[in-house]
C-alpha cells in the first residue's frame, strides 16, 4: 500500500506543481501540504482525475498553532473507494484569511466548515451559511483555540425567576486550592484534621 501512495501523490504532486507544495508519506498515510489558494482545485482534481477517485468525503477539521504566522491547519480527509486509500490535503491560514469553501465540489462539507468557523474561527468565502453550529448564537470566542480559557468568558443558565436564559461573568465557587498528590498508602507530612484527638492524652 505505501509504494501505492507514494505513486499516487508523485501522480498529484507532477499533475498539479503550482498548487501541491509537499507530499509526505508516514505511518501509512497519505498527506498533501497546498496552497490555501488552490484548495478547490486539488479537491476537484482528487475527486475526478481517473487515477484518483476520492469521492467520497469524509471530514474536515482544524488545528491551531497560537504561536505560528499561519496559526491554523485546514485538514480535508478523503476516501476513494476505487483504491480503497485514503488522503489527507492540509493547507495554512491565519485569522483573518478565507479558504475557499470545499462545498462547490463536496456538498458534506457545508457542515464542517460550519463546525470549524465556529470553533476556531477560521473563515470560509463562498460558503452558503458560515454561522455558528455547535455553540449558541451570542457565544464569545472560539473555543478549541489554544488561548480559549478552560472556564470560558461567561456561563449560561435559565432563569427561572426571569423566565428565559441569561448569560453571566464566569464565577468560580471556590478559589484554587493546592491539592496534595502524595501517594495515599504514605499519607501526608501533616497531621490532618481530626487526626489529632487520635494522639490526645485520654480524660482519667
Not at 24 to 42: D, I, M, N, P, Q
Not at 46 to 71: A, H, M, N, Q, T
Not at 160 to 170: A, I, L, M, N, S
Not at 172 to 199: C, H, I
Request: charged share 30%; proline share 6%; hydrophobic share 40%.
Amino acid at each position: 500500500m505505501d509504494e501505492t501512495l507514494k505513486e499516487l501523490g508523485a501522480h498529484v504532486k507532477e499533475s498539479l506543481p503550482d498548487a501541491v507544495e509537499e507530499v509526505l508519506l508516514s505511518y501509512g498515510e497519505l498527506t498533501l501540504v497546498a496552497s490555501a489558494a488552490e484548495v478547490v482545485k486539488v479537491l476537484t482534481f482528487l475527486r475526478d482525475d481517473p487515477s484518483c477517485r476520492f469521492v467520497s468525503f469524509i471530514d474536515i477539521c482544524g488545528v491551531d498553532w497560537p504561536k505560528r504566522e499561519k496559526r491554523f491547519d485546514v485538514v480535508y480527509h478523503l476516501l476513494s473507494p476505487t483504491l480503497n486509500a485514503r488522503v489527507r490535503l492540509r493547507v495554512e491560514t491565519d485569522e483573518t484569511t478565507p479558504v475557499a469553501s470545499a462545498t462547490g465540489v463536496f456538498a458534506g462539507a457545508l457542515w464542517f466548515e460550519r463546525e470549524a468557523f465556529d470553533m476556531y474561527g477560521i473563515l470560509f468565502s463562498g460558503h452558503p451559511e458560515l454561522r455558528r453550529i455547535l455553540t449558541d448564537y451570542g457565544f464569545d470566542g472560539y473555543p478549541l483555540r489554544k488561548d480559549f480559557p478552560t472556564t470560558g468568558f461567561v456561563e449560561v443558565r435559565y432563569d427561572d425567576e426571569r423566565k428565559r436564559v441569561v448569560y453571566e461573568p464566569v464565577k468560580l465557587a471556590q478559589e484554587f486550592r493546592n491539592f496534595d498528590f502524595m501517594s495515599p498508602w504514605e499519607g501526608p507530612e501533616y497531621v490532618l484534621p481530626g487526626d489529632e484527638k487520635a494522639t490526645a492524652p485520654k480524660a482519667g
